[in-house]
Every structure is written in C-alpha cells, then in structure tokens.
C-alpha cells in the first residue's frame, strides 16, 4: 500500500466524521452548479427568456452568497475535522511519521475527498438542472419551458472553482498539523476538565440584552425602523451567546441541585454530561442558533411577502380595475359602458360596479414634520358605507356629523399624511366659491373603498350642497369593475386597458397584471431563496452532527465503563438520545423564538399577520431538524454500541 492508497483509506475509516461535511459540500456544489448553468445558459445571455435578465442578476448574487459561505463552512469542518483526529495524528508520530509527511497524506485526503465532492454535486446539479428550468419556466409563466442545456463555462467555473477553494482552505489548515507534542496529541481526549463557571452577572445581561431586543422588536414601526433595526440585532445576537455560554451552566447547575430531578433514573449522568458538554459546544449552539434565525426570518419573510402580496395588492386597489377622470359623463379614459360590452363578450362577470362622484379637497396636513397641504377626494357617508360594505373587508360604518369629516388613507404606512383631529380646518375645493371648515374626527389608514390616495368623508346633506353648487366639469368620477375570478381574468383586462389613450394611462389602474406581476417576481425570490436557506440548514445542522463525532472516543469510553458497571443498554441509549436531542434542538427553539419576534416586527411594517404565515415555515422546519436529528442520533448511538461488542 502506497501512501495516496494510505490516504484515501484513511478517507473511507473516518467517513462517519465526514459525512455532514462531504454531503453539504456536494450541496453548495450542487446549487452553485444549477446556478452558474442559468447564468451561462445562452438562451439566457442573449434575452430570449422573458425577465431572464433579472432573474440572472439575483442568481449572481446567490452565486457570490454561496461561495461566501462555503468557504468559511469549510474552513470551520476542516479545522474540527483535524481537531477531532488529535489521537490519530499522536500514533502516527509515534510510529515515526514525519510532520511533512502527515501533512502530505491530510493534502492527499483532502483532494481525494473536494474532488469527489465536486464531481458528485456536478452529476446531482446536472441531473436535477431540468426539473430546476422546468419550475423555473412555471414561475416565469414562459409559452415554451426553457431548454436544457449544460454550459461548459458553468462546468469549468463549478469544478475550477470550488478545487481552488477546497485547496486554499487545505492549505491554510495544514499548519495545524503536526505542532503538539505527541503526549499532548495522544492524550488530548484524556485531559481532566475543570468545572464549567458562569456569572450571575453575565446571565442578567443575556436577559435584558434579549428582553430589550424583543421588546424592540414587538414595538417596531415603519417610524422607528430604521432607528431600531441594528440595536434589535446586536442585543439579541449578544443576549443568545451569554445564554449558551452562562445561563446554560446556571440552569444545569439548578437542575443537578434539585435531587428529585438529579437522582431520577440516568439523569445524573445525562445532566453531569450536559453542564459540560453545553458549555463546551456554546460558542456552536451560538452559531447554530443564529442561523436558524436567519434561515427561518428569511424564508418566512420571502412566504409572508409571497402569500400576502394578494392581500395587499387588494388593500391599495380595491377594484380590478378602475379608473377616474374629470368632468362628469366625459369618458376621457374610457366609456364604462365600453369597458362591460368587453367583460360580456369574454364571458367575464361582475361581483359589483363603482361609480363614485367627488369633489377636489385641499386639506392641510403634516408631512414629514412640516405643515403642508394634501389633495384628497371628498366624498359622501353614504358613498363610502355603502361600496365599504360591497368590498367585504371589514371597512368601518361612518356616521358623520354636521361639520365634521373622517380623513381616509389608502396606504397603510405611517409615513402618509397626518391631520389635525379635533380641530377645525380650513379646506379649499375646487370650483366652490369658498373655504369651508371641517374638523377631522377620525384617520383611517389602508381603508379606502376606491383607488384614490386620500379621502375626506363628510356629511351625506353637506356633500349633497356642496355637489350642487360645483360645476360638472370641475367634479372628478371614480369608475371601478370587479370581476368575479379576477385573478385569471388577466388576459381581459389587458384587453381593456389597451383602449385607454397613451396620455390617459396614468388615470388607470389595473390590478390584475400587477399583482400577477409582483406574485411572479415574488415566487421566483422564494424559489431561489429556498436553495440558499436549505444550504444554511443543512449547514447547521452538520456543525451539530460534527461537533458530535469529534467527542465520540471521549463519549464512547465513558459510556463504555458505565457499561460495566452495570448501566444497561436502554438507559445508555435513553442518555444519548435526551443529550443529542437537547443540543439539536435548543437552539433551534431559540432561533423559532427569535424568529417570532422577527415576524412580529415585519407584520409591525407591512400592516398584516406575518406570524400565523411564519408558522408554515416554523413547521416545516422542524420537521427536517427532526429528521436531522434521528438520522445523527442512529449513527452516533450504532458507533457507542458498537464499541461494547468489541
């Protein structure tokens, strides 16, 4: 046996160790590969695939996100990997190995072990490239799928690509090869820990540094954002490192000190286990903890944005399509009666008609601070009551009285124009001889019952005296159409809004193509973003399944010895399961707990429910931990077991 065939078996002996690392390093290599295939694709490159060059653009970045990531994740499993083989690298001294040669064979290992990688997630990204253009034309809405076609630039910049990084990394680790002494190597496992300390101290600050960051969170608006966003980050990331690395030490100490708990069954040796192995592997939890934050925050953020973009589209245009024009009955945009003759003919049928007659309102207002006026459309009690409740969705009842109005908002932002409530205001309408006075009793944000920005609803006889005196031409007419099935009805609107004039396109509005618009743009994030997040999951979970193997000689001795003095099989199986599942799943309970608050502030922002749509994803997400857990807890109880047949 020459040394590369020394090298490579030694690849094949430590493949328990190295399985979560080769597997998600066939991930990344995978979906860099199926990205670098769309990036290259000449379909693609020479726009003959519709928002192909937007999508081209996102995909570059995630490329650059990617490669990123799986430098520092290989850095990190490279150096636990040599960590965990300190025993292995002492006999090998021993035996007269030399530090150039135990170099060279880890050199060999690792080529042996990034060319396999590279080239299994090359044959993975080349075998689910169709399946990945077949959904991505679906979401594109393409008339024909894309083709499918593998790039050489795509081959050459995936295996050049990540060989260089494989190798760099390599070389950058060797150095910790081979600098301890023997006795030192070959006791490494074997060293006496000191107990683990923490500070009471330190645990209050984790506390209120987490207290603070969700209380920040919870209270988060579009006014405070952007003055909240980094204290929230930085006193939650703060908070979760003090939480592994004290307040885990406190609570098992609390536990081992309450000997009704201590001194049940294999408690004793679990939780003994535990207030060292959490302290031990707390900068890890840290780590993996923080990344399910993300990984969950960003896939329900791209989910909410995705599932809530109909709603919203809903809230800021109320009709399908709608229009308005000044002057009564002078159909500048479009003749309604035009607009129905083209829903008949296509078989297309109404769920209610909007015809809404205003006036032209200048109302003062505050506006970024300062004093300044808005336009608004005023309109009748009744008006606004009755189309309210044709829309379904939850508008208020208005009553109001003599003198008095309610300021409608479209938008649900708090950036929107503010009016003084409870005081008397001047408002100047167009064609009406004078200023009248009206005191604004109520605001309502995200109410409107038509396409307008701004609304002023008064008294149904004030309007009725104020419509009479204006003249016709000065009035402005709200015209909306829903359509029953809206959403499919997309090739009928374009159909309408062709015949509106070019100068005149600006007075229309068309629901339907832009929500189909801006689902289409969303779905492509979500699809392309779920790549990345599986990669940072799969990530997370393989530091846990690493940092795992790395203590299986220490742990397997111990068990071993327990063993014989008469620990039986199930309990050391019960032991191992509660201690693996408590490092699995704790930070992922953080990271949920993190994430909550994160939804709770993105529904803060976009006036909706993000947490009942982040629930999905919470879901899912722990069903695939769950699955990560029994697949890592199987094969490191089989290789404790194992040893006692030995």
């Known amino acids: 046996m020459n040394f590369r065939q020394f090298a490579i078996k030694n690849v094949r002996g430590n493949w328990h160790q190295s399985i979560a690392y080769f597997l998600s390093s066939v991930f990344s290599v995978m979906i860099f590969f199926i990205y670098a295939a769309f990036i290259f694709h000449p379909d693609v490159i020479n726009g003959h695939i519709y928002m192909g060059k937007g999508v081209r653009t996102g995909m570059m970045f995630c490329e650059y996100i990617v490669a990123i990531f799986s430098f520092f994740f290989i850095l990190y499993s490279m150096s636990a990997f040599l960590k965990s083989r300190k025993k292995e690298f002492g006999l090998l001294s021993l035996f007269g190995m030399t530090r150039g040669q135990m170099r060279k064979m880890v050199l060999y290992e690792s080529i042996a072990t990034s060319l396999l990688a590279i080239g299994t997630g090359i044959a993975l990204g080349a075998l689910f490239l169709k399946l990945f253009l077949m959904a991505l034309s679906a979401i594109l809405d393409l008339a024909e799928p894309i083709r499918f076609f593998i790039p050489g630039k795509a081959l050459l910049l ?40 923490a500070s009471v101290w330190l645990v209050l600050l984790s506390l209120l540094c987490l207290g603070a960051g969700y209380y920040m969170a919870y209270t988060m608006t579009l006014r405070n954002a952007i003055m909240y966003m980094l204290p929230v ?31 049940k069954q294999t ?36 989910y909410v944005f995705f599932l809530a973009s109909k709603e919203q589209q809903m809230d800021m245009l109320p009709q399908s399509i709608s229009f308005h024009e000044k002057g009564l009955d002078t159909h500048a945009v479009i003749d309604p009666d035009k607009v129905k003759s083209i829903l008949q003919e296509d078989g297309v049928k109404l769920d209610y008609e909007l015809k809404l007659a205003a006036v032209t309102a200048k109302v003062p207002v505050i506006k970024q601070n300062r004093d300044k006026t808005s336009t608004a459309m005023l309109v009748s009690e009744d008006d606004y009551n009755y189309y309210g409740q044709l829309l379904d969705r939850g508008r208020p009842i208005l009553n109001v009285d003599p003198g008095h109005s309610v300021y409608v908002n479209r938008f649900n932002e708090e950036t929107q124009p503010q009016t003084e409530i409870g005081k008397p205001l001047p408002i100047q309408i167009e064609g009406y001889p004078n200023a009248i006075s009206l ?51 997309a090739d009928t609107a374009a159909k309408i809004e062709a015949l509106v004039p070019e100068d005149m396109k600006s007075s229309f509005d068309n629901r339907i193509s832009l ?33 795992l193997f790395t203590e299986l000689e220490e742990d397997r001795e111990q068990f071993r010895s327990l063993n014989r003095i008469g620990m039986t099989l199930g309990e050391i199986r019960r032991s191992v399961t509660m201690q693996v599942a408590i490092i699995f799943f704790v930070p992922c309970v953080v990271g949920i707990v993190h994430t909550m608050f994160a939804m709770k502030a993105l529904g803060n922002l976009l006036y909706t429910s993000a947490l009942q749509y982040s629930l999905v994803v919470v879901a899912i997400y722990i069903v695939m931990q769950s699955l990560y857990f029994f697949a890592a807890r199987r094969s490191y109880l089989n290789r404790i077991i194992k040893s006692f047949t030995r």
């Open 267 to 302: 408690n004793l040796m679990t939780i003994a286990q535990l207030v060292f192995k959490m302290k031990d592997n707390a900068r890890i939890l840290f780590t993996v903890s923080v990344m399910s934050a993300v990984i969950l925050t960003a896939s329900g953020t791209f």
């Open 233 to 263: 980050v930085g006193l939650v990331v703060v908070g979760t490192f003090f939480l592994f690395t004290q307040a885990s030490v406190i609570v098992f100490r609390f536990l081992q000190r309450r000997k009704g708990i201590y001194y």
């Open 515 to 547: 929500y189909l618009s801006y689902k289409q743009s969303m779905g492509l994030t979500l699809f392309i973003g779920l790549f990345i997040s599986v990669l940072f999951f799969i990530a997370s979970g393989s530091m846990i399944y690493f940092k």
């Open 439 to 489: 005191t604004v009793d109520k605001q309502y944000s995200g109410e409107a019952v038509a396409s307008v920005s701004e609304m002023l609803v008064v008294d149904a006889a004030q309007y009725d005296e104020i419509m009479k005196t204006v003249p016709n031409d000065k009035k402005i007419v709200v015209y909306g159409f829903e359509l029953k099935n809206w959403t499919s009805q």
């Open 158 to 197: 995936t295996a050049a690509g990540f060989f260089a990084l494989f190798l760099v990394i390599t070389l950058f680790t060797l150095f910790q090869v081979g600098r301890s002494q023997i006795i030192d190597l070959l006791k490494a496992s074997k060293k006496p820990k000191s107990p683990p300390l």
